[in-house]
């Protein structure tokens, strides 16, 4: 007498292909293609159905399978980064995927320690518990493919952005491919069969309503209202190649070239207006020495000529410090005086506003990129490359407070929340300039160095969700575009084309009345930070199934 043993069902390869690449396609498409937002909704199911017949099929080293799924969607998505730097792009995709895949392998660990839905619950809360990290936290942070941001081109699914915010998209992402998850897990095994017709309707009806109920609160939520008050804006877009831009041109002449695109508009106009520059339009500016820096003179010149004007522009600043040793703060070293101190240069990713009453405001850029402009975790990294030597010591410094600019009109000042570059991937963050009591956003970025990929259109959607999130007008200028005016709703009321030299005017809308968003953060987010805690816990401490 023998027992016979049922053989674990076997799982083809070109099954778990197919997963990967639906899940890559579907994934990708709502940052590559306009308006595809919606395929997120059912694009994690790919990812699922393929975990479910590994588990079931008993495929070893599943690990490489799912890790290789995160490199590929990463990879779609923002290969573009290798235009500025081939390394950067390999390391942030890479280290992205892993990241994901650490969650994703959590999620498989809970799994073998308990069944139904909890490991389930536990993904999507441990997954936007990592995203609010990144957001928030992390100082190597790459939050580009947040859940949330899928919908940055379909702005029109995710009005109650003002409520919930990116990670409240994050959510619906979750909620959306959970429930049609479980619904075909329910089919194929058999037990919505077993159900009654009450059951049956009950289990249907949650799962349109987790799909289609977002959508419905986008399209009843009330419009903002009418701005009470506006501000005229002129932005100016060079078109600078960063990568040849002083080779092509010294700094006089690019300051020449953005005066000359937006003097056209105080020819036909001279109504008062705040002009927007790009990122960095000038470089190499001590803070102490501003006032009179060739730039500074120059923009104050083109003020006397048009006083009603203010000017917001972008800058590479540098404080100098001079000391024994090194300041706790990232710095180069320029070396020992005679009295034995070095000094140090401070450097800053900085915005300056100015009118004809000369310098007028400051603000260091606070989120910084990787490699290019932060080295993080400075108390380990920065004494690893003075040990390796060089002059270079470390990136720049962010400002550990957010500031709004002020600018003037008239008597009267307007509080500008002008987010640099980067920063206006990060919702909560920007939400901080309205808690400073900003009326309105401005992004100053240049994204030339991504060339024409869909880098620079990305970026420029994100500053949609920003909008929609602080309920503000968004006057957005980039060195080669895409320049543009978005209002509170997110919809982009006027834009620049693609590298192209040209000026924009346009009116944008005043507000002071904060958004629910604004007034109470991510809410979101810190909610699956407890859950997933609070599941990580019962996991930890429960017996192992089976």
Not at 391 to 408: E, H
Request: aromatic residues 12%; hydrophobic residues 45%.
């Amino acid at each position: 007498m023998h027992t016979s043993v049922s053989a674990r069902p076997a799982v083809r390869p070109a099954v778990l292909v197919g997963c990967v690449l639906a899940f890559a396609v579907l994934m990708s498409l709502p940052w590559l293609v306009p308006h595809m937002g919606w395929t997120a909704l059912l694009g994690l199911l790919p990812l699922l159905i393929m975990e479910r017949l590994a588990t079931a099929g008993g495929v070893k080293r599943f690990w490489w399978w799912h890790y290789g799924t995160f490199v590929l969607w990463n990879a779609l998505t923002t290969w573009w980064v290798g235009n500025a730097t081939v390394g950067g792009a390999v390391f942030a995709v890479l280290a992205n995927a892993l990241q994901m895949s650490v969650v994703f392998g959590a999620f498989r660990w809970v799994k073998r320690r308990s069944g139904g839905v909890l490991p389930y619950l536990f993904l999507a809360a441990a997954w936007i518990a990592w995203e609010r990290w990144y957001l928030t936290s992390a100082q190597i942070s790459w939050p580009w493919l947040v859940l949330g941001n899928a919908f940055a081109s379909t702005t029109s699914l995710v009005q109650w952005y003002s409520v919930l915010g990116t990670l409240g998209g994050s959510l619906w992402v979750w909620a959306s491919n959970l429930g049609l998850f479980g619904l075909m897990v329910a089919l194929s095994d058999g037990r919505m069969a077993g159900r009654n017709a009450k059951a049956r309707f009950a289990a249907l009806a949650g799962v349109a309503a987790a799909i289609f109920g977002p959508m419905l609160w986008s399209v009843c939520l009330p419009a903002p209202e009418a701005p009470k008050d506006s501000l005229r804006v002129v932005i100016g877009q060079p078109s600078l190649d960063p990568y040849h831009k002083f080779e092509s041109m010294n700094q006089a002449q690019q300051d020449a070239l953005f005066l000359s695109l937006v003097e056209g508009a105080f020819e036909a106009d001279s109504s008062a207006a705040l002009i927007l520059a790009p990122e960095t339009q000038t470089g190499h500016v001590y803070t102490d020495e501003i006032p009179s820096h060739p730039t500074f003179v120059r923009f104050q010149e083109f003020l006397q000529r048009h006083p009603s004007a203010s000017i917001i522009y972008g800058a590479s600043t540098y404080d100098r410090v001079v000391s024994y040793s090194a300041p706790d703060i990232c710095a180069y070293d320029m070396g020992p005086r005679e009295d034995g101190r070095h000094l140090w240069y401070v450097s800053h990713n900085s915005a300056i506003s100015t009118d004809t009453s000369g310098l007028y405001g400051l603000y260091h850029k606070s989120k910084l990129v990787v490699g290019t402009e932060l080295t993080p975790y400075p108390k380990f990294f920065v004494p690893l490359e003075r040990m390796l030597g060089g002059g270079l010591m470390a990136k720049d410094v962010g400002q550990p407070v957010i500031s709004c600019l002020p600018v003037r009109r008239g008597s009267e000042v307007i509080s500008v929340g002008t987010a640099i570059c980067y920063e206006s991937v990060y919702g909560e963050f920007c939400a901080g300039y309205v808690r400073k009591g900003a009326q309105m956003l401005a992004v100053i970025t240049n994204d030339s160095w991504w060339g024409n990929t869909p880098g620079y259109r990305q970026h420029f959607n994100y500053s949609r969700l920003r909008a929609i999130e602080t309920r503000r007008w968004v006057a957005r200028c980039g060195n080669s575009g895409i320049s543009g005016i978005i209002d509170p709703s997110g919809h982009v009321l006027a834009e620049t084309p693609w590298w192209v030299p040209t000026a924009l005017d346009g009116e944008v809308g005043l507000c002071t009345e904060q958004s629910f968003f604004v007034r109470f953060g991510d809410m979101v987010g810190r909610i699956c930070v407890f859950l997933f805690l609070l599941l990580l816990v019962a996991a930890v401490f429960r017996p192992r199934k089976g």
